[in-house]
């Protein structure tokens, strides 16, 4: 955004850009700030103290940088202003891989969502989802029959957990399961930040006949607060660019695709 681009946007969407200015550069100076947003850094340094509050952000001398810890879960609203790009085209490659009459199951999550959205048009096709937002973009899809597991509803996440979504799965075989991760390491495996949306996606795992993972770059060689599952559980990685070492050498190893949108 240059200085003759420049429009008024409110404060929450404001933070929400702020913090994957944050994410993508790890560090960045209120100057920075300021200019990209076109407000003073008065304006930013009191965003700052707020988002600090929250423990969003950490504040430093003359900038700010990211002070997120494992348990930290980044809303949906601030995931889906996040590498929207990337998020785009891997949904677009996942969808390639699900064939006329298959049965899949579509974890929450906003790269899972651009799987949704690349479906739209296909026949013959059960998707189940603990998503309310997937579920409500397939709702009206002819030749597709929708189903959504039940549970409790998360606020904020609109993910269906507890004992009523995991059980879903019990009665149910999948040919593809699509799920997100907050984080895939060589060593930690596959992780997430929620406990309860951890079970649900171990209940899904169970039930899979192949399982995809699909998740930008920014998860590469992280590790959230819970583990889904080991490498080993998977079989197919889509993401949008090759991920860099150990990572890489573990999933090569253990005979797991890559797959680069």
Same mark, same amino acid.
Not at 42 to 58: F, G, H, P, Q
Not at 227 to 242: F, G, M, S, V, Y
């Given at each position: 955004?240059?200085?003759?681009? &420049?429009?008024? +946007?409110?404060?929450?969407? &404001?933070?929400?850009?702020?913090?994957?200015?944050?994410?993508?550069?790890?560090?960045?100076?209120?100057?920075?700030?300021?200019?990209? *947003?076109?407000?003073?850094?008065?304006?930013?340094?009191? %965003?700052?103290?707020?988002?600090?509050?929250?423990?969003?952000?950490?504040?430093?001398?003359?900038?700010?940088?990211?002070? /997120?810890? /494992?348990?930290?879960?980044?809303?949906?609203?601030?995931?889906?202003?996040?590498? #929207?790009?990337?998020?785009?085209?891997?949904? @677009? !490659?996942?969808?390639?891989?699900?064939?006329?009459?298959?049965?899949?199951? !579509?974890?929450?999550?906003?790269?899972?969502?651009?799987?949704?959205?690349?479906?739209?048009?296909?026949?013959?096709?059960?998707? +189940?989802?603990?998503?309310?937002?997937?579920?409500? &973009?397939?709702?009206?899809?002819?030749?597709?029959?929708?189903?959504?597991?039940?549970?409790?509803?998360?606020?904020?996440?609109?993910?269906?957990?507890?004992?009523?979504?995991?059980?879903? *799965?019990?009665?149910?075989?999948?040919?593809? !399961? *699509?799920?997100?991760?907050?984080?895939?390491?060589? =060593?930690?495996?596959?992780?997430?930040?929620?406990? %309860?949306?951890?079970?649900? =996606? =171990?209940?899904?795992? @169970?039930?899979?006949?192949?399982?995809? #993972?699909?998740?930008?770059?920014?998860?590469?060689?992280? #590790?959230?607060? *819970?583990?889904?599952?080991?490498?080993?559980?998977?079989? #197919?990685?889509?993401?949008?660019?090759?991920?860099?070492?150990?990572?890489?050498?573990?999933?090569?190893?253990?005979?797991?695709?890559?797959?680069?949108?």
């Amino acid at each position: 955004m240059n200085k003759k681009t &420049r429009y008024i +946007i409110d404060k929450e969407t &404001r933070h929400c850009l702020m913090m994957a200015a944050v994410e993508q550069k790890g560090t960045i100076k209120v100057a920075e700030l300021a200019d990209q *947003f076109g407000v003073t850094e008065a304006t930013i340094r009191r %965003d700052l103290v707020e988002l600090d509050s929250k423990n969003l952000v950490k504040r430093v001398h003359g900038g700010v940088t990211n002070s /997120r810890g /494992r348990s930290y879960e980044p809303t949906l609203t601030f995931r889906n202003t996040v590498n #929207i790009d990337k998020k785009a085209r891997i949904g @677009k !490659l996942a969808a390639e891989l699900v064939n006329e009459g298959d049965c899949i199951a !579509l974890d929450i999550g906003s790269t899972t969502y651009e799987v949704a959205n690349n479906l739209i048009g296909k026949r013959n096709l059960t998707v +189940i989802t603990p998503s309310f937002p997937i579920a409500s &973009r397939l709702i009206n899809q002819p030749d597709l029959c929708l189903v959504l597991t039940g549970g409790i509803v998360r606020p904020g996440e609109t993910s269906m957990v507890g004992e009523i979504a995991q059980r879903t *799965f019990d009665i149910l075989y999948v040919d593809l !399961l *699509f799920l997100g991760v907050g984080g895939i390491d060589a =060593k930690g495996g596959l992780t997430e930040y929620n406990w %309860d949306d951890t079970l649900v =996606k =171990k209940a899904m795992l @169970k039930r899979a006949k192949k399982v995809v #993972i699909v998740a930008d770059s920014s998860k590469h060689n992280r #590790i959230a607060a *819970f583990l889904i599952a080991p490498l080993e559980k998977i079989n #197919i990685l889509i993401t949008d660019q090759e991920p860099s070492s150990p990572l890489k050498e573990a999933l090569k190893e253990l005979n797991i695709k890559i797959m680069v949108a």
